[in-house]
């Protein structure tokens, strides 16, 4: 199958600045020029913890390998099974999981041939530098940048859906400067995962990304079928499904009415140093402050949604008993008369938050939807609008 080099973004999580500062670094293998020992993978894993919240499902780690959240981890252990070896990371200083897993594909490639004009170590053999650009004298597989030959037996085929380059790269002035190789996806797997709304990789090329062939094709819509009879979700966990989106904009749109209020939406998420969820600006905008009664089919309980002035941050004062509770970080947006309130419960790295209901008596929340656009289908008895 087609393969092609993967490009990802440039802010590594194991990596302090871009990829010349590893936080995990390699064990030298050759005692003479102390060249490291490329397939080791260092335990624990740790990674940069800003980085990790991103809202991506895919990202680039050291030497070819990459990291890959659960729902992907899902497609993977059906669509790519036994092709790659999964560890857990935590953040760095801490023995703390992060929600990443650090995958190391299990099939390598040799993608060039290195100039044999640069010096080579009398111990291991390996080259004092190998820059892609300028020091690897032909190509072998992938597509080649423009510039470099293809060597005999060139092809951009393999076996696997998942690989990585045994050929390593490096500075031009040595691979003690910065060191890296490549990782390859076949074009069927990329853009099944496109098709999924998971973000992160692409294809890393000048040109025009390749598109799916018919074959290609036909083996994504089989397998998207496969992915969701096994109940994998086709949008990522913090943004909305399609459906939901799709039912909401309905709402809106028959609801809408002329809404006077204007608050500076900025300065509130600076504030609360989070980004409000788009449905819910969508909806006050449109619709402005409402109120929803009798929810959930009980007698007397009115939701009323708060204007992005009115929100309150729940859980700074509260102390909760928990350790569910605890981890939540609630901002009122609904109140209910009774005492009780509905809070996005804010994470770092989504772009929708999930629904909880803060109950005052018992000083607990509860789970109450997956997003905001899910929370009002509910208020509203999950009727069309
Ligand atoms: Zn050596």
Known sequence: ??????????????????????INPLPRECPKCGFPDLDHVPQPYSLVKSRTMS?????????????????????LDILAQGQCTYYPTSYKGTSEKTPWLLAVPIHQVVTAKVNPSIPRCAACGEPRSAHPGTQWSESLFGRPPRDQPR????????DYDLLKSSTWGSSEQGWDQWISRDLFMSVRLLH????????????????????????????????????????????ADGTLSDQDAKWLRGYIKTHSREVKSQCDIKAIERRFKAKLPKS????????GPTSFENVDEQEGFTASILTPDELEIEAGYAEFEDEESKAINGLMFATTGHGDCFCFDIQKGKKEF????????GNFFEPYADNFAACIKRFAGGSDG
């Not at 993967?6 to 590893?22: G, L, N, V, W």
């Not at 709304?197 to 799916?212: D, L, M, N, W, Y």
Request: hydrophobic share 40%.
């Open 1 to 22: 199958m087609r393969c092609v080099k993967i490009s990802t973004s440039d802010d590594r999580m194991d990596c302090r600045d871009m990829f010349y500062a590893p």
């Open 55 to 75: 809202p991506n499902e895919l990202a680039g780690a050291e030497n070819g390998n990459f990291f890959i959240r659960e729902r992907v981890r899902r497609v």
């Open 151 to 158: 060597g005999e037996g060139w092809s951009s085929d393999s």
């Open 192 to 235: 099944l995962l496109k098709k999924m709304k998971v973000k992160g990789f692409h294809e890393a090329t000048c040109q025009k990304p390749i598109s799916p062939d018919k074959n290609e094709s036909a083996w994504i819509n089989e397998k998207l079928q496969m992915l969701e009879l096994a109940g994998i979700p086709f949008h």
């Open 280 to 287: 819910y600006l969508d909806f006050v905008g449109a619709v």
């Open 354 to 361: 999930a629904v909880v209901l803060y109950k005052h008596e």
